[in-house]
C-alpha cells in the first residue's frame, strides 16, 4: 500500500508534512506514508504540540509496522490537546475508563441476577430428597418468582404439594404427586421422544 501511495504521491503532491514545511518531498520522507497531502490539518496539529523533528524521531525510533499507529495515535492526542489544552486526551479516557467501570458493575449486577434466578430455579423445579411437606401457606404468603410462575396458581387448583426450604431469600417449589397424570402429546408425526411407548 505505501509503495502504490508513492506513486500516486510523485506523481501528484509533496506529503502534508513536506507541504506545510515548504520542502520538498524526498522518497525516503519518514511523514510521507503517514500524513498524505489531503490530511494537512493532521500535521499542523502534530507540529504545533510535539513539532516536526521531535514526530521524525519518534517515527524513526518505531518498528516500521509500528509507525502507522504512532502516527495516528500522535495526531488524536494532538487535536485533543488542542481542543482541551488543560487535559488533552486525558479528559477521553477518564471518561471511557468510568463507562468501563459502570459497565462492569451492570455485568456483575446482571450475573449475579441470573446465578439468583438459576437457584430458584433448581428450588423450583428439582424434588426435596427429604420428602417432607409443610402445609400450604395463603396465597399472600406463596413466593412469586419470575422462573416460578406455577406459584402463582391458587393453591386450591394445584394437585401438587409445596415444599418449604425454610431458608431465607430462597424459592419454595412444588412437587407433583406420583397419582398425578399428565395427557400424553400425540401431535407430534415421527421421530418424537418417547413414540411406540
Known amino acids: 500500500m ?29 511523514f510521507a506514508p503517514h500524513f498524505p497531502p489531503e490530511e494537512l490539518q493532521n500535521f499542523i496539529s502534530v507540529h504545533k504540540i510535539f513539532g516536526a523533528s521531535n514526530v521524525s524521531k519518534l517515527l524513526n525510533e ?10 495516528s495515535t500522535l495526531a488524536y492526542e494532538a487535536n485533543a490537546r488542542l481542543k482541551d489544552p488543560v487535559y488533552g486526551c486525558v479528559r477521553a479516557i477518564s471518561i471511557l475508563q468510568l463507562q468501563v467501570e459502570g459497565l462492569q458493575k451492570e ?14 430455579y433448581n428450588h423450583c423445579y428439582h ?15 406463596v413466593p412469586v418468582n419470575p422462573m416460578c410462575c406455577y406459584a402463582q396458581i391458587p393453591p386450591q387448583t394445584r394437585p401438587v404439594d409445596l ?27 415421527g421421530g418424537a421422544a418417547g413414540q411406540g411407548l
Do not use: M, W
Open 2 to 30: 505505501a509503495a502504490s501511495f508513492n506513486v500516486v504521491r510523485y506523481n501528484s503532491s509533496p506529503c502534508a508534512a513536506c507541504k506545510f514545511l515548504k520542502r520538498k518531498c524526498l522518497p525516503d520522507c519518514i
Open 62 to 71: 518505531v518498528l516500521p509496522h509500528q509507525r502507522e499507529d504512532a502516527a
Open 107 to 120: 455485568l456483575d449486577e446482571a450475573n449475579a441476577e441470573l446465578v439468583n434466578y438459576a437457584r430458584g
Open 127 to 141: 424434588p426435596d430428597i427429604s420428602g417432607t411437606t409443610a402445609a400450604q401457606p395463603a396465597p399472600s404468603a
Open 163 to 189: 415444599i418449604n426450604t425454610g431458608e431465607a431469600g430462597v424459592c419454595n417449589y412444588y412437587r407433583i404427586p406420583s397419582s398425578v397424570t399428565f395427557p400424553r402429546n400425540d401431535t407430534n408425526q
